[in-house]
């Protein structure tokens, strides 16, 4: 899994390549996201267009992410969601938890 992080006005899009799942790949998307948020950066766009897996472990990280930025005043929003991930946001019923977007702009306007 390939990671990244970018400004973007006051968000800060963290652009997720690769398979986001248990082991290595999670818990260094977690120390991206708790890091950010240590740093005062709240508000965080997680770009899911160069994902390819995420499992269940993937999917809680995605939730931490939400909820952390959340009790720190800020949002957590996804862009670019491949229909994998659709899916299972659907079948977790967690699509109706978080906010989706397939236009960037859109996105960081949303914020």
Known sequence: ????????????????KGDLVIGDPEAVFRRTIISLLVAGKVDILIDCSGL??????????????????????????????????????????LDSVFETFDDREQAVFSF
């Open 1 to 16: 899994m390939e990671l990244s992080t970018a400004q973007d006005g006051r968000v800060t899009v963290v652009t997720v």
């Open 52 to 93: 390819r897996i995420v499992d269940s472990s993937g999917l809680g990280a995605l939730v931490r992410a939400l909820t952390t930025s959340q009790n720190e005043g800020g949002r957590a929003k996804l862009l670019g969601v491949g229909s994998n991930l659709k899916k299972l946001l659907e079948m977790t019923r």
